[in-house]
């Protein structure tokens, strides 16, 4: 069983940077994509980004294409979201989650599992 958790959340100011973290056990994740979500209260979980299992292919979603860098380092069971430029529209609770195949499919909830807890974001002036 794969458990997944995340940690790097906080506050930045608009334009600042934060990485996040997410670190895999139970099982190794090698084989796996792994995905990147947010959510605010009110609204459906959104992807944001996703990484294939060697990290060798990666995918964005148009509002962070550019700001955002997704990376893996399967020694270490570990992936990361390095976030630059924030926006206050960033804000969001932060997950990361497994996909079924080494490949990245569409980045939307339906296609992913093992969820972790989630890690807040606050973008604030």
């Known amino acids: 069983q794969l458990q997944l958790v995340e940690s790097g959340g906080g506050l930045v100011q608009p334009g600042g940077s934060l990485r996040l973290s997410c670190a895999a056990s139970g099982r190794t994740m090698d084989y796996l994509a792994i995905g990147w979500f947010r959510q605010v209260p009110g609204k459906e979980r959104e992807g944001v980004s996703c990484?294939?299992?060697?990290?060798?292919?990666?995918k964005y979603a148009d509002s962070v294409k550019g700001r955002f860098t997704i990376s893996r380092d399967n020694a270490k069971n570990t992936m990361y979201l390095q976030m630059n430029s924030l926006r206050p529209e960033d804000t969001a609770v932060y997950y990361c989650?497994?996909?079924?195949?080494?490949?990245?499919?569409?980045?939307?909830?339906?296609?992913?599992?093992?969820w972790g807890q989630g890690t807040q974001v606050t973008v604030s002036s």
């Open positions: 989650a497994a996909g079924r195949n080494p490949q990245c499919p569409p980045i939307e909830t339906i296609h992913f599992g093992s």
């Open positions: 990484i294939s299992s060697s990290g060798l292919s990666r």
